[in-house]
């Protein structure tokens, strides 16, 4: 009798345990979220399936880009509804011309695209804070 309560009660402590893990997992899956990176082959895709989103095209070596990305994802956490893509352009082979033939035009780094049906329709280029890139998707993406 003693050895069928001591393993209810290890068991109870271990689902108590198992429940909060648990409740923590969920928490964090509904107030954070992450803008997905893409490869140029994924964008050229997306362009191509005339999807709308915003891109952001950066150097993630470079230390403006780096607190960009944080930015980002509170703009991401927070507007969850936006389909947000960042483009790594240390990983792009001569991503100027890339970027000239896919967008027809020239930008400096990081820049901030809106793509809707597949075409650009804004662009926002350097760093920009939380407010400003909030802004600039409001203004061009909604």
């Known amino acids: 009798m003693n050895f069928i309560k001591k393993f209810a009660k290890e068991i109870s ?25 893409v490869s140029e082959s994924r964008l050229t895709q997306m362009i191509e399936d005339k999807e709308d989103f915003v891109v952001v095209l950066g150097d993630s070596t470079d230390s403006t880009m780096v607190s960009y990305q944080d930015i980002m994802t509170t703009y991401t956490t927070k507007n969850r509804s936006t389909p947000f893509y960042y483009l790594d352009t240390s990983e792009v082979d001569n991503i100027d011309s890339y970027v000239e ?33 909030y802004d600039f998707v409001k203004e061009n993406f909604e």
């Open 101 to 133: 033939k896919t967008f027809d035009t020239n930008v400096t780094y990081p820049a901030t695209l809106i793509i809707k049906d597949g075409k650009m329709t804004a662009k926002k280029e350097g760093y920009n804070q939380y407010y400003s890139l």
């Open 13 to 37: 402590v271990f689902g108590l345990v198992l429940l909060i893990f648990l409740g923590l997992f969920i928490y964090r899956q509904a107030t954070f979220k992450d803008y997905k990176t």
